[in-house]
């Protein structure tokens, strides 16, 4: 398995996870999601739902750019929040989606599941995050 750089992040809060050389970003981005949230006392339901945006988001990074670059954790005030970063300044849009058509359902996964979301875009590229409300969390 890939061994990516973790380290604190966001001013210390939080945690990090270089994906700019993973081979499989989805797939370690899971894994990061579920170790982080497990040593958080993050579980149940709500831990499924986090896992799963962290997967949309990161998966479609690496399919609409080039890649993702991180993707982060923080807990903070009873919320976790999720940011996946890519070099691309072109802000997601969520697509209609069609029983006939194959994709597009990611970012209404991430709408359902998440308490709000969005996207923060910059000369460098793009943060897409999305937020859970979590009563307890705590870093």
């Not at 894994?31 to 962290?54: C, P, Q, T, Y």
């Not at 597009?104 to 897409?128: C, H, I, M, N, P």
């Amino acid at each position: 398995m890939d061994r990516p750089a973790r380290h604190g992040c966001l001013g210390g809060r939080g945690r990090c996870l270089d994906l700019s050389a993973v081979q499989h970003p989805v797939a370690v981005a899971r894994h990061f999601a579920e170790e982080v949230l497990a040593s958080w006392g993050v579980g149940g339901a709500v831990r499924e739902d986090i896992v799963l945006v962290v997967s949309e988001l990161v998966a479609n990074a690496r399919l609409h750019t080039r890649g993702p670059r991180r993707v982060s954790l923080t807990a903070r005030g009873g919320s976790v929040r999720i940011e996946v970063t890519d070099g691309s300044p072109v802000r997601p849009v969520q697509r209609p989606t069609s029983p006939g058509r194959p994709g597009g359902y990611g970012l209404f996964v991430v709408e359902e599941l998440s308490t709000r979301w969005g996207a923060d875009v910059g000369r460098a590229g793009k943060a897409v995050w999305a937020e859970f409300s979590v009563p307890g969390a705590r870093d």
